[in-house]
């Protein structure tokens, strides 16, 4: 999962925990900012929030309040990037809309993109 380089790198066995049960443990009911920056695995790890019901009702009722995340891409795979595509657009499709998007400083695979849920921000206009 995520970068191969890293598990090279780092072959100590790692726990992963998916969003929800993180908050759970945590005893978080509500996030305001919610960062993805998991080197690559932030497609499985959004797959996943994108498919949990509970998750999705947190962001329906205004209770995730803004998304960043760090994308990372392939540009030699057409299948992976329309994968990317689609998950980018069910974010928007939740009711998030990106407010900043850089390129990721040093790379020119990564993008660092910021989203807000505009029932949190309703005065907010983006253009």
């Known amino acids: ?3 191969p380089q890293l598990s090279r790198s780092n072959p100590e066995p790692w726990e992963l925990r998916s969003i929800r049960r993180t908050m759970e443990d945590l005893g978080h009911t509500a996030l305001t900012v919610l960062k993805i920056d998991v080197e690559g ?3 499985d790890a959004l797959a996943a929030f994108l498919s949990d019901q ?3 009702d ?3 009722q ?3 309040k803004q998304l960043l995340l760090e994308y990372h891409w392939d540009p030699d795979s057409r299948a992976k990037n329309d994968r990317h595509a689609q998950l980018m657009k069910k974010i928007e499709a939740i009711g998030f809309k990106p407010w900043k998007v850089t390129r990721h400083e040093g ?7 910021r989203y807000i849920q505009i029932k949190s921000y309703p005065l907010i206009i983006i253009k």
């Open 62 to 64: 205004g209770k995730i």
């Open 41 to 43: 695995a932030e497609w």
């Open 107 to 113: 790379s020119d695979c990564c993008l660092d993109v």
């Open 1 to 3: 999962m995520g970068d």
């Open 58 to 60: 947190l962001v329906s």
């Open 54 to 56: 509970k998750m999705l």
